[in-house]
């Protein structure tokens, strides 16, 4: 299942209020201001900071 773009340009980081960055390939969501991958399971943005990945 596709996430909707317009939804997901909608969102902000649930940490820093920052934009983030949609990388289509990975299926995330990027917060590159507190440097970390929010997952997008079944076209829905799981926006929890524990479910997200820490990026290096």
Do not use: Q, W
């Not at 440097?35 to 997008?40: D, K, M, R, T």
């Not at 399971?41 to 997200?52: F, K, Q, S, T, W």
């Amino acid at each position: 299942m596709k996430a909707d773009r317009r939804m997901l340009e909608g969102l902000v980081c649930p940490v820093t209020r920052a934009p983030l960055h949609y990388d289509a390939e990975k299926g995330e969501l990027i917060s590159k201001a507190a440097h970390l991958a929010f997952p997008i399971r079944n076209g829905i943005p799981i926006m929890l900071e524990d479910e997200a990945r820490k990026l290096d």
